[in-house]
Structures are given as structure tokens and as C-alpha cells.
């Protein structure tokens, strides 16, 4: 028999039937749309997860970039000190080619200048490679002319001793 039902004493019974009788619970959650908010809840953590997983890969490929990068710029020094080195042995051989056309300057009053302009080899990373090339091939170039102006100084003397009566060898 069905008594008075007041609100608190229908509160406590719609509690209870909510803690007791799972069908019930599961007919508000239903009714209230809580099913859907639960499964877009999940769907939404589902899709955060693979967003982290995403941006974890992404960490992990932008380290393995930065590792790539320090390499390239460790050998952009490397270069630049090979470049640097042969810098310095292409000032030394034209050193010795100054000294060389000095002498022949002294045997032969009037010479021109010589070397009046020399091209500059530098180009900044994009042309490392292509600046090394064109100094050693500077350094042979400038090597031939050493052994020209040897060949040169030597029939210089020749023209001297042959001049004064005098044997060359």
C-alpha cells in the first residue's frame, strides 16, 4: 500500500534505488545522457592519448634533427679550419713566389708589377667545398709558375754567364 510520500522520503527511496538496483541506475544515466558524455569523455582522452604519443615522436624527431644540426655545423668548423690551413699554405707559397719574382725583377730592370690583384677563394657555407677545390687548384697553378720561374731564373743566369764567359750548371 502506497503510504503518503513526502519529498525527503521519496529522495531516500529514489537513493536507494539508485545504490541497489543497477537496471534503474543505468535507466537515469540513460535518461540524464551521461552514457554519451562518458563515451565522448573517452573518445576525448582516447584522442589526447594519441596526441601525446604524436607530439612524443615529434620530441623524439626533432632531438634526432638537433643532433643532425650540431653535426652539420661541427663540420662547417671542420671545413672552415681545413679551408683556414690552406689559407695559410697558399700565403706561404706566394710568399715564396714574391721572393722569386723579386729575383728575376732584380736580373731584369723595368719588370712589370707582378700579382697586381688576387682573387679572393671565400665564400661563406654554401660554397665551402667548391672554395677548397678552387685553392688547390690555386696551389698547383701557383706551383707550375714556381717551377717556370725557376726554369726562367735559371736561363737568366745562363744569359749571364754566357754574357761573361763563364759555365752554368
Known sequence: MLGVLTIPSLKE???????????????IIGYLGLDRIEKTQMTILEEIKRIWEEIKALRESQT?????????????????????????EVKALREGQNKLWEEVKAL????????????????????LREGQNKLWEEVKALRED???LWRYVK?????????LGTSFE
Do not use: C, P, T
Open 146 to 148: 714556381q717551377g717556370r
Open 64 to 88: 634526432k634533427l638537433w643532433e643532425e644540426v650540431n653535426k652539420i655545423w661541427k663540420e662547417v668548423k671542420s671545413l672552415r679550419e681545413d679551408q683556414e690551413k690552406l689559407w695559410e
Open 108 to 127: 731584369r730592370e723595368g719588370q712589370n708589377k707582378l700579382l697586381e690583384g688576387q682573387e679572393k677563394l671565400w665564400e661563406e657555407v654554401k660554397a
Open 155 to 163: 736561363s737568366g743566369f745562363r744569359g749571364i754567364h754566357e754574357a
Open 13 to 27: 527511496e529514489f537513493l536507494e534505488l539508485l545504490e541497489k538496483d543497477r537496471e534503474f541506475r543505468y535507466a
